[in-house]
């Protein structure tokens, strides 16, 4: 049965120190998915149909994370994060960067993460305020599992006075994250708050551009930045990837249309 949902941060802490009898190993989470991929590619039509109807139920990977002493552990064996197997030098010597937005299924963010994970490429995951405690936290536990996983967050301030917008709250709510921060025994160097992100709004472009910000301050060379959305899902390898950015030799193809005047969604903007 899955931990109750309905957390505060006692609670998570709580989580983090199940008692486990000892360190388990996991099965690949894609290993144990029923699907024949080789009879869909024959062209089976029944297997098609069968594949169709599929659902991934996350039930067994939420109650192994949540069940797991060492999560760290628990997230590289199941969702099979490719660190010590074999990297090609041409990945090796073309770096990449990917940043994604993402509020909801933390489950389907990390099969997507790991799907294109790499030690030497650089990652950003810009989280919006709306996202659920529990969502937060697992990102949390990407950064503190990968060194190259750069994690952009606003945690809900518990126990924090009504704010209103425009009011002193927002300065003292900022404040005491800030204060509490700075007495971290982590030596960070900046500090990100980051707003509710709503579908269409300029956060997107800002929590776009805060991964861009961070990750150009890298010391990874990376060649290409991507931009991701949490519900993505790679059709590429890396090295493919490189191969695609090489051939693109230092430029970057990117498509413009007509601005879609309904997105302003009733503001009043003049358009010329």
Same mark, same amino acid.
């Not at 064996?77 to 993402?102: D, W």
């Not at 425009?166 to 204060?179: K, M, P």
């Given at each position: 049965?899955?931990?109750?949902?309905?957390?505060?941060?006692?609670?998570?802490?709580?989580?983090?120190?199940?008692?486990?009898?000892?360190?388990?190993?996991?099965?690949?989470?894609?290993?144990? @998915?029923?699907? $024949?991929?080789?009879?869909?590619?024959?062209?089976?039509? /029944?297997?098609?149909?069968?594949?169709?109807?599929?659902?991934?139920?996350?039930?067994?990977?939420?109650?192994?994370?949540?069940?797991?002493?060492?999560?760290?552990?628990?997230?590289? *064996?199941?969702?099979?994060?490719? &660190?010590?197997?074999?990297?090609?030098? %041409? #990945?090796? %010597?073309?770096?990449?960067?990917?940043?994604?937005?993402?509020?909801?299924?933390?489950? *389907?963010? &990390?099969?997507?993460?790991?799907?294109?994970?790499?030690?030497?490429?650089?990652?950003? &995951?810009?989280?919006?305020?709306?996202?659920?405690?529990?969502?937060?936290?697992?990102?949390?536990?990407? #950064?503190?599992?990968?060194?190259?996983?750069?994690?952009?967050?606003?945690?809900?301030?518990?126990?924090?006075?009504?704010? #209103?917008?425009?009011?002193?709250?927002? @300065?003292?709510?900022?404040?005491?994250?800030?204060?509490?921060?700075?007495?971290?025994?982590? $030596?960070?160097?900046?500090? *990100?708050?980051?707003?509710? @992100? %709503?579908?269409?709004?300029?956060?997107? @472009?800002?929590?776009?551009?805060?991964?861009?910000?961070?990750?150009?301050?890298?010391?990874?060379?990376?060649?290409?930045?991507?931009?991701?959305?949490?519900?993505?899902?790679?059709?590429?390898?890396?090295?493919?990837?490189?191969?695609?950015?090489? *051939?693109?030799?230092?430029?970057?193809?990117?498509?413009?249309?007509?601005? /879609?005047?309904?997105?302003?969604?009733?503001?009043?903007?003049?358009?010329?």
């Amino acid at each position: 049965m899955l931990p109750d949902l309905r957390l505060n941060w006692g609670n998570i802490l709580e989580l983090t120190n199940l008692s486990v009898p000892a360190l388990s190993e996991y099965v690949n989470l894609l290993d144990k @998915i029923d699907v $024949n991929c080789e009879k869909i590619l024959q062209g089976d039509k /029944q297997i098609i149909e069968d594949a169709k109807r599929w659902v991934y139920d996350a039930g067994y990977a939420e109650k192994a994370l949540f069940e797991a002493r060492d999560k760290c552990r628990a997230i590289r *064996q199941l969702f099979g994060f490719r &660190i010590n197997k074999s990297i090609t030098r %041409e #990945e090796l %010597e073309y770096p990449l960067a990917y940043g994604a937005v993402v509020y909801k299924n933390y489950i *389907q963010v &990390i099969f997507m993460l790991s799907a294109f994970y790499r030690p030497h490429n650089e990652y950003c &995951i810009a989280v919006s305020g709306s996202a659920d405690t529990i969502f937060k936290f697992w990102m949390d536990q990407l #950064e503190k599992c990968f060194s190259n996983v750069h994690v952009l967050v606003r945690y809900r301030l518990w126990h924090r006075p009504h704010i #209103e917008w425009g009011s002193f709250e927002i @300065i003292n709510s900022t404040w005491a994250c800030v204060d509490l921060l700075a007495r971290s025994k982590t $030596n960070w160097m900046y500090y *990100q708050h980051r707003p509710q @992100i %709503e579908w269409g709004s300029f956060e997107i @472009i800002n929590s776009t551009w805060a991964c861009v910000d961070l990750l150009a301050q890298s010391k990874t060379n990376w060649m290409y930045y991507q931009q991701l959305s949490g519900v993505d899902v790679p059709l590429k390898t890396n090295l493919e990837m490189v191969h695609i950015f090489k *051939q693109l030799n230092n430029t970057v193809n990117t498509e413009f249309a007509k601005y /879609q005047e309904e997105r302003l969604q009733g503001k009043k903007v003049g358009l010329s």
